[in-house]
């Protein structure tokens, strides 16, 4: 089992990794949320989104995964902007620490070869936010590019599941929603599932 976790910010899904630790082989970490990762493992991530009161979380997530034998999957290189905005020059990053005057948009090319990898020999995929920017177009590559990774897994057999309203709405961007086993919109509760938590909707049926 691959899970495919993006998105801006870590503090919103810590209870989702904790559950993911316990079930998947590999986690693949992209968004704003990676680089808060990255500074745990003390990269240098310029003007990258970082949520400071959570990088000793990420160390501790990162120290969970690896006792647990779960590979963890970061960027390896960037696509990054001196501003955010539509208009903003993309500059490539080669290697992982990011200029200080830069903030990272997007995964680089050296990135998306590690997670297709991984995506090459999943048997399940869950796929819960973006890769970066992806409603910029300078900045979308990084999304589409495991859109059809993961769409190239479902044609190989395995079972894969998009869930979240910015995962979707990036598979319909790039016209490949039929080529995914499962979409939901419900991002937040499908987390909430995966962390264990009891869905009202779904007791009710229960119930009855």
């Known amino acids: 089992m691959v899970a495919i976790i993006g998105g801006a910010k870590i503090s919103t899904k810590i209870a989702v990794f904790q559950s993911l630790i316990k ?3 590999a986690i693949i970490i992209g968004g704003g949320m990676a680089y808060t990762f990255l500074r745990a493992k003390g990269v240098q991530v310029g003007l990258s989104l970082v949520e400071p ?4 979380m990420a160390k501790e997530l990162l120290t969970q995964a690896e006792k ?4 963890i999957l970061l960027p390896l290189d960037h696509v990054c902007a001196s501003s955010f905005a539509p208009d ?5 990053v080669t290697g992982q620490n990011i200029p200080a005057d830069l903030m990272g948009m997007d995964v680089g090319p050296k990135s998306l070869d590690s997670y297709r990898k991984v995506l090459a020999s999943a048997k399940s995929v869950l796929w819960n936010g973006p890769m970066g920017v992806f409603e910029f177009e300078a900045f979308a590559k990084g999304t ?3 859109a059809k990774a ?5 044609g190989a057999g395995a079972l ?6 910015d995962s979707v709405a990036a598979v319909n961007k790039f016209d490949l929603a039929d080529r995914m086993s499962h979409v939901s919109t419900g991002g937040g509760a499908s987390l909430e599932y995966l962390e264990g938590k009891i869905l009202p909707g779904i007791a009710c049926l229960e119930e009855k």
Do not use: H, Q, S
Request: negative net charge; aromatic residues 4%; hydrophobic residues 45%.
């Open 88 to 92: 903003a020059k993309p500059v490539e």
């Open 160 to 165: 894969t599941v998009v869930g979240g309203g």
């Open 53 to 56: 009161d959570f990088v000793n």
């Open 144 to 146: 589409l590019e495991i």
């Open 150 to 154: 993961v769409a190239e897994a479902t």
């Open 23 to 25: 079930n998947a082989d």
């Open 68 to 71: 647990a034998g779960v590979e």
